[in-house]
């Protein structure tokens, strides 16, 4: 049974960081893309950055260029997302999620096998 478990999600300040982690199991990891979606009140859910399977690539979308980077540890079977310079709107649940698509990384909701059950951040002014 694939399970992806997101944590790190809170309440933190306009301009502060967040790191969310995402611990997966039940698959063979490193042969997955990795991304994070996030869903905000009322709102579709939207892609918001992908790695690659090795975690040498990293794709953003551009709302968040330049504040958030992904990371993975394979060792580890966990993928990172770094939130620097968070603003109101960054508040969203946030969404781990794996994919078997081999190349590109702007994926969509429909390029993903398997969905984590989300974790709330929630930033502040």
């Known amino acids: 049974q694939v399970q992806l478990v997101e944590s790190g999600g809170g309440l933190v300040q306009t301009g502060g960081s967040l790191r969310l982690s995402c611990a997966a199991s039940?698959?063979?990891?490193?042969?997955?893309?990795m991304a994070w979606f996030r869903q905000a009140p009322g709102k579709e859910r939207e892609f918001v950055g992908g790695i690659s399977r090795s975690g040498s690539s990293t794709y953003y979308t551009d709302s968040v260029k330049g504040r958030f980077t992904m990371s993975r540890d394979n060792a580890k079977n966990t993928v990172y997302l770094q939130m620097n310079s968070l603003k109101s709107e960054d508040t969203a649940d946030y969404y781990c999620?794996?994919?078997?698509?081999?190349?590109?990384?702007?994926?969509?909701?429909?390029?993903?096998?398997?969905w984590g059950k989300g974790t709330l951040v929630t930033v502040s002014s």
């Open positions: 039940g698959l063979l990891f490193s042969m997955y893309s």
């Open positions: 999620a794996a994919s078997i698509r081999i190349s590109g990384l702007s994926l969509s909701p429909g390029d993903i096998n398997y």
